[in-house]
Structures are given as C-alpha cells and as structure tokens.
C-alpha cells in the first residue's frame, strides 16, 4: 500500500505539471477539432479552410495524452457548442474527450484506419456535419 501512495502522489504531482497542450484560435471557436500527431497537422488546415468560410473553429491539440488535459479541454466545453475528435484510429482518444468535458457540450468522432489518412476537406464535412446536429 505504501508503494501505491507513492505512486498516486507521484502521478498527481506528474499531472500538475507535465500536461502539455497546443491551442489555435480557440478564443472565439465555436466548435472545436481536437487531434494528434499527424491528424492534428491536416487538421490544422481544416481549421484555415473553415475560417476562410466564415466558421469560429479552434483547434485543441494535446502534446502529451499521458497525461491528458483533461481540465482544459472541460473548461473550453463551456464555451464551445461542439468537439470534434480527428483521429488515424478507431477513436481510442475520443473517450478521454467525453470524460474530460462531462456532458458540457457534444462530442463526435472522426476516423479513419488501416492508413488511411483523411484530407482537410474531408475532416471539414464531417466538422459540418457535427454542426448541423447529425
């Protein structure tokens, strides 16, 4: 039991100050992309093509995922009417995503596997797919 305090104290001080995160034009955003890796590369380009019509997208792109920032990403759900997950997967973060923003604001998932790497265009469809509620 005495290891496992250590750990949990270990852990709890990790959080505290190894939580790494990049945010773009999450200011104004209303909807949010949130993506890694390379998913949050093109989705950076989707954020541009949305901004060029008209669309307050921000983009949320965690560094670390262990740990997750999990209270900035439920913080920015109070003021945004959607996340949108873009992941090369089936969705193993979008459940993180879910926890982190307790039912604040709508949470949707958009994957692709087997390499299959989505384009900027294509994460914008499903964006506005989220937006318009389906």
Do not use: W
């Not at 954020?47 to 999990?70: H, M, N, Q, S, V």
């Amino acid at each position: 039991e005495a290891v496992n305090i250590h750990l949990q104290k270990k852990y709890a001080e990790i959080c505290k100050n190894e939580v790494r995160f990049e945010e773009i034009q999450t200011e104004d955003a209303e909807y949010l992309l949130v993506a890694y890796g390379l998913s949050a590369r093109i989705s950076h380009k989707t954020l541009e093509l949305a901004r060029e019509k008209g669309l307050k997208i921000g983009l949320l792109r965690p560094i670390t995922l262990y740990p997750f920032p999990y209270e900035r990403l439920n913080e920015l759900a109070g003021k945004v009417r959607g996340m949108l997950t873009v992941e090369l997967n089936a969705g193993q973060m979008v459940e993180d995503v879910r926890l982190a923003v307790e039912g604040k604001t709508k949470v949707a998932h958009y994957g692709r596997m087997g390499g299959i790497i989505p384009g900027p265009d294509e994460i914008l469809e499903n964006l506005e797919l989220l937006m318009k509620g389906k």
